[in-house]
């Protein structure tokens, strides 16, 4: 045990980064106190600190400074200092880690005396311990080692040559030295962060908490909601005409909670229910409930799902997809009942050989287009720009509030999640890219974008290191941008990739490792870069003009990209310029220069907006569209797709976010 504490159950909160801290504060209260002479003393021991601060990778520094500047005795007073300090105090059983730590450090001066072509440092070694050593059996093979020719290949010595042999050295001692320092109990000086550690432990709880209240509590209210269907569509149906299904036949048809699969025998209604009364019974109840509500009760609910956003700039309503649909057609539910069917009454506009069936929609409306949308990484909320300035976060399991707001003055032209989905990275046209924390309403940090490129046309964040990526570009499609990566902590440039000619790139994508990126720039070439040395792998002419949008599947191998000149096309890294496929595309709205696509969680099928109403799904390997999504009242020119599971969101330039639930 060390310092009264289980070595192999550490409850020590000794941080090496606190001791620095404590010192410098020490430092100045010698000074503001007079003591000059003591400051001046603690200043010369803390440079002579053996300890390091407690810093385990310092120590071992040190240690193999002396040892391959051949030092021997710096390197074993070291050792014995640290033998008296901590190793005398940990329990005998693990005394042996330290004994054969030591006797590797040993083995390795000579191995290094041999490398650096010293063999009289090893003879003086053997003179010196020679005598104590050789009472020791796995010494005893060692004493040839300075007359050996050629010890790098004696099988006695082969492996200590080794690069393998040093590396798990020195992390060895590292592990074991940092273990001991955190088992340390710190002295109350440094116990000033245990507080803060625990407030934020606490705060990160409460964090999480309410997350999961929050998608509990949506999920209690579709639970109701499916409920009270089925309740009030039981209630209008005769009891003698009632068959033993008609419950959980009937409720799916009206309010399309759970509805039938399209690959499911279709029937007609008329088949079990007299005509006259579905439409007479049925129909009215549908009808007058849901469509004819007086302008009060409309008002009243419109002001509890408001929120009180209108002070934001940007109002959110939550409306149901069928009255919506229904209130610029009100006769498409009014056609005879043996025309309806299970499979096609209050559903989407049937398409051929449609893989998904729509469980469910909430549209939300805003006071000025979408521009951009993202779902966050842990799938509970749907980021939004506009462009009225208005960037906001709809919690998925609480659709009926509009989330919270950051509100500008300029529009917001991207968004991005980092990887905890805490921080939302919003872009503008003004050349700033904020780090907004929406749980708490701060924002974080901010950067700007070169004076002469303002206008963000995409952010992205590396998916396996704590660093983003911005580019930027002027308002006008010809002439140039910058791409820029940033340190997420510090919020320093790392990089800048280079661009020749300079041009506008008007989206990207890291790879799944975060080690490349593929540009799509409105030269109409796709590039790809190593972001590490910024070194271009690859580059190709895709389309003309320019290239919109740009995404990876899942093999990070496929690269699929749309294009100004109205195409969408499949390349392939191992044959880079040669398109793999050309899918039948209607093409982008002529407003759109930097256009979304998303894939699906499983990777075989992709969402891109297009200059019609709906957002449409391509299955990768089909040429042609196999759905329509969205159906919104002008073109689709954002969208996304849920993370983990069929969830799709649709921005439109009528103001209108849609997000669709889908069943596969």
Not at 489 to 517: C, E, H, W
Not at 631 to 642: E, F, I, L, Q, T
Request: glycine content about 6%; hydrophobic content about 35%; overall charge neutral.
């Amino acid at each position: 045990k060390l310092g009264g504490m289980d070595f192999f159950n550490p409850r020590g909160k000794l941080n090496p980064s606190d001791v620095e801290y404590a010192d410098n504060l020490i430092y100045d209260y010698l000074l503001f106190r007079g003591f000059l002479n003591t400051r001046e003393a603690f200043q010369l021991e803390t440079k002579a600190d053996k300890n390091k601060g407690f810093q385990a990778s310092k120590i071992v520094q040190q240690i193999f400074n002396y040892i391959n500047s051949f030092d021997y005795t710096g390197f074993f007073n070291l050792w014995m200092h640290l033998t008296d300090t901590f190793f005398v105090r940990i329990e005998e059983d693990l005394s042996w880690t330290v004994a054969k730590l030591e006797l590797s450090l040993r083995r390795y001066y000579l191995i290094n005396a041999i490398q650096a072509g010293r063999r009289d440092k090893c003879i003086e070694f053997f003179q010196d311990f020679g005598y104590g050593l050789s009472q020791n059996k796995s010494w005893r093979s060692w004493f040839v080692l300075p007359y050996s020719k050629n010890p790098q290949a004696d099988p006695t010595f082969k492996v200590f040559f080794t690069k393998s042999w040093l590396d798990t050295l020195q992390i060895s001692l590292h592990n074991f030295l940092s273990s001991i320092f955190k088992s340390m109990d710190p002295p109350k000086i440094l116990q000033f962060t245990t507080e803060r550690d625990v407030r934020t432990s606490m705060q990160r709880d409460l964090e999480r908490f309410k997350a999961e209240n929050e998608k509990l509590r949506g999920i209690n209210e579709q639970l109701k909601k499916q409920l009270e269907i089925a309740q009030k569509a039981k209630n209008f149906l005769p009891a003698t005409k009632t068959p033993p299904a008609s419950p959980s036949v009937l409720a799916p048809s009206l309010h399309r909670e759970t509805p039938v699969s399209n690959t499911s025998p279709s029937f007609k209604i008329s088949d079990y229910y007299n005509a006259n009364y579905f439409k007479e019974g049925v129909a009215k109840f549908d009808l007058e409930e849901n469509l004819n509500r007086s302008d009060t009760e409309r008002e009243e609910s419109e002001n509890a799902s408001g929120h009180n956003e209108a002070e934001d700039g940007d109002v959110y309503n939550n409306i149901n997809d069928e009255n919506y649909d229904n209130r610029k057609e009100p006769t498409s539910r009014t056609s005879s009942a043996d025309d309806l069917s299970v499979n096609s009454a209050f559903s989407e506009p049937k398409v051929t050989a449609a893989p998904f069936t729509v469980k469910k929609r909430s549209l939300f409306s805003a006071n000025s287009p979408i521009n951009c949308l993202r779902f966050s990484p842990d799938g509970y909320q749907l980021a939004c720009g506009s462009s009225g300035g208005v960037a906001r976060v709809l919690s998925l399991y609480n659709p009926n509030r509009g989330g919270p707001a950051m509100v500008g003055s300029v529009p917001v032209t991207a968004v991005e999640w980092d990887r905890s989905s805490k921080l939302l990275l919003c872009g503008s046209t003004d050349g700033k890219v904020k780090l907004w924390n929406y749980s708490t309403d701060q924002i974080m940090g901010e950067i700007n974008t070169p004076s002469t490129y303002k206008r963000v046309t995409c952010i992205q964040c590396n998916p396996h290191a704590d660093m983003f990526a911005v580019t930027s570009g002027q308002e006008s499609l010809k002439r140039g941008g910058t791409m820029t990566l940033w340190d997420m902590t510090r919020l320093q440039t790392i990089n800048k990739l280079r661009f020749d000619p300079p041009m506008r790139i008007n989206a990207f994508v890291f790879d799944s490792k975060g080690q490349n990126v593929v540009a799509a720039g409105q030269d109409g070439t796709i590039r790809v870069f190593d972001i590490h040395n910024c070194k271009l792998m690859a580059r190709w002419k895709a389309h003309e003009p320019g290239v919109a949008g740009i995404c990876l599947g899942k093999d990070d191998n496929t690269i699929y990209s749309v294009g100004h000149d109205s195409l969408l096309k499949q390349w392939s890294l191992t044959t880079p310029g040669t398109s793999v496929k050309t899918y039948n595309f209607p093409g982008l709205h002529e407003s759109v220069t930097t256009a979304d696509m998303a894939f699906d969680p499983s990777g075989n099928f992709f969402l891109i907006g297009s200059q019609g109403n709906n957002a449409l799904v391509y299955n990768v390997d089909n040429e042609n569209s196999v759905q329509g999504i969205g159906s919104h009242g002008k073109p689709v020119v954002a969208v996304a797709w849920h993370p983990t599971d069929y969830t799709c969101a649709t921005g439109s330039l009528d103001n209108t976010v849609s997000i669709t639930q889908l069943e596969y």
